[in-house]
């Protein structure tokens, strides 16, 4: 069985950088063709990808968000990553992690997701 | 960016009716070299994450039931609920990942009529 589940801090003030880590089981991100991805979802708002890292560590992110994202993984602690920098309150959202499927190309299993507020 | 737009943005349906949404990108999603569409769709329920629906545009998985199917090619998709549920009521996504970054469709919102 596969599951993600992300963690990190609820509140975070403005100016901060925030730090998730996705901890996930039932795959290994070292297989061929495996990712883990990043997307987020403001309050009542559509979902917004940010970042993606794949088996071979190749990394992509939201031109957008691409300065203030890095993402990394731990495949010996089935982990990834995300910092962002410079925090704001448009960023509050809830974020998830998603596997990207090696069969299918896109994410097929979800996080339950991880409320982040962002205020002073 | 490849943009994605969906209509409606609200689509109320009677139990047992048709529910039908549409999908639009602005490149084509088709891979000629697989000819496969780059193109899923999710639900989302109230304080869920989003559920993978369908893929490859019209490719079901693994335990959505037949009445979810999708269809289109290129740059223009739909997704058809052929009997709605009760239980369907939901926003639906589209998502291109065809190129990163993956992007969107900004949701159609399926309620009871």
């Known amino acids: 069985q596969i599951t993600l589940k992300e963690s990190g801090p609820t509140v975070v003030k403005p100016t901060q950088t925030l730090t998730l880590t996705c901890t996930f089981s039932g795959f290994s991100i070292s297989a061929p063709g495996v990712g883990v991805a990043w997307i987020r979802q403001p309050p009542g708002k559509a979902l917004e990808w940010l970042a993606l890292?794949?088996?071979?560590?190749?990394?992509r992110y939201s031109p957008s968000l691409r300065r203030r994202l890095t993402i990394t993984k731990d495949s010996s602690k089935n982990q990834v990553v995300l910092t962002m920098t410079n925090m704001d309150p448009v960023d509050t959202a809830t974020y998830f992690c998603a596997r990207r499927s090696p069969m299918i190309y896109t994410s097929d299993i979800w996080g339950h997701g991880t409320m982040v507020i962002v205020s002073s | 960016d490849i943009v994605m737009t969906q209509s409606p943005d609200s689509l109320p349906v009677s139990l047992g009716e048709r529910a039908t949404i549409h999908c639009k990108s602005s490149?084509?999603?088709?891979?000629?070299?697989?000819?496969?569409?780059?193109l899923a769709w999710y639900q989302q329920k109230p304080g869920q994450s989003p559920k993978l629906l369908i893929y490859?545009?019209?490719t079901r998985e693994s335990g959505v039931p037949d009445r979810f199917s999708g269809s289109g090619s290129g740059t223009d998709f739909t997704l058809t609920i052929s009997s709605l549920q009760a239980e369907d009521v939901a926003i639906y996504y589209c998502q291109q990942y065809s190129t990163t970054p993956w992007t969107f469709g900004p949701g159609t919102k399926v309620e009871i009529k």
């Open positions: 890292i794949y088996w071979d560590d190749d990394k």
């Open positions: 490859w545009a019209s």
């Open positions: 490149q084509s999603v088709l891979y000629n070299s697989n000819h496969k569409n780059y």
